[in-house]
């Protein structure tokens, strides 16, 4: 009798366990959640975490609840395909990630031979999309759009005076450079200096002196905020008044821990501020009910996991083949705005506009 009883007890608690699994969509995200850039790995956290929540609110997606996972790739090739190992052996259908480019291209080549969505809210390179598979996708712009507007912004203001291009030869900061630098040649500005230089290091001066020496007026750094920010600091220790502009990456108020007042009047690209959507109010309110700013890429990840909710529901399923033909041809209602994707699966919106550092945050430039 006994052995009766515990034998219905633990054929229903099986019934049980596999119903609670297959009513679970296992989801990701993953970046910097250490290391010098790890502000924006918060960002993504909190963009993912806030999704995850609103959209289990409402009954999760197809009716099951979602559980996210986070991966701390550090910005690092390596340890990004060890997160994207994790991911699979846990079962995740769907990234919101990588953030760095270089993390985000090796992973993409996991995900593509196991078969798991990338949505990538931060990589801008345009290697992640030309030479990924079906699967990989971005809501963010590319650098070869942005170096279009960095080049033609350096030519048009600053097309007489010397300027520097430099780089921290990372797959996202070289590719930038490079492509601000084609631009600029292409309008028949020669640079006074191209330079490499090492990320994470933590005195730039020879590299400011040298611009000093050469007279440059205007630097432009491919890079992150941390080095771009050391670099202006030490500028004005100098005495140096050189203009920095730089791109993406310098979206966090972490650059002007680092600057101070230094940092005022620099000057970069980013894609419109989706803070100031209306239809982003309601989740900003969220974020700022918590003290926190939802600045740089919180949005973009939240605005990813959107997208790939909405192209879930759509297609009925979570088979990847048909999430990936749901998001080619469908459009999202977003905090990014009402986006969609092209072929290659960039993302399909307004394009890369100019902000100055001033005061301790960054706004439009007028």
Known sequence: MNTLKYAVIAAAATLLSAGQSQAEIKISTAGPMTGQYASFGE???????????????????????????????????????????KFVSEGVSFVAGHFCSGSSIPASKV?????????????????LTEEGEDNVFRVCGRDDQQGIVAGNFLADKYGSKKIAVLHDKTAYGKGLADETKKQL??????????????????????????????????????????????????????????????????????????????GAGTLMTFSPDPRKNAVAAPVVAKFRAQNYEP?????????????????VEKAGTTDLKKVIASLRKNKFDTVLGNIGFDMKGDVTAPGYVWYIWKGGQYDYMK
């Open 43 to 85: 960002q993504m956290q909190r963009g993912a975490e806030m999704a995850v929540k609103d959209l289990n609110a409402k009954g999760g997606v197809l009716g099951q609840k979602l559980v996210l996972s986070i991966g701390d790739d550090a910005c690092d090739p390596k340890q990004a395909v060890a997160v994207a190992n």
């Open 111 to 127: 995900y593509e031979e196991e078969g798991v969505l990338q949505i990538s809210p931060a990589s801008t390179n345009p290697k």
């Open 185 to 262: 040649n292409k309008r028949g500005i020669k640079e006074a200096m191209y330079e490499a230089y090492t990320a994470g290091e933590k005195d730039y001066s020879a590299l400011i002196s040298k611009m000093k020496a050469n007279g440059v007026k205007v630097f432009y750094v491919g890079g992150y905020h941390t080095e771009a920010g050391l670099m202006v600091r030490q500028a004005r220790d100098q005495g140096y008044d050189v203009q920095l502009v730089s791109g993406d990456a310098l979206v966090t108020d972490e650059f002007w821990k680092i600057t101070g007042d230094a």
């Open 295 to 311: 600045e740089g890429y919180t949005l973009y990840t939240y605005g990813a996991i959107q997208a790939w909710a909405q192209a």
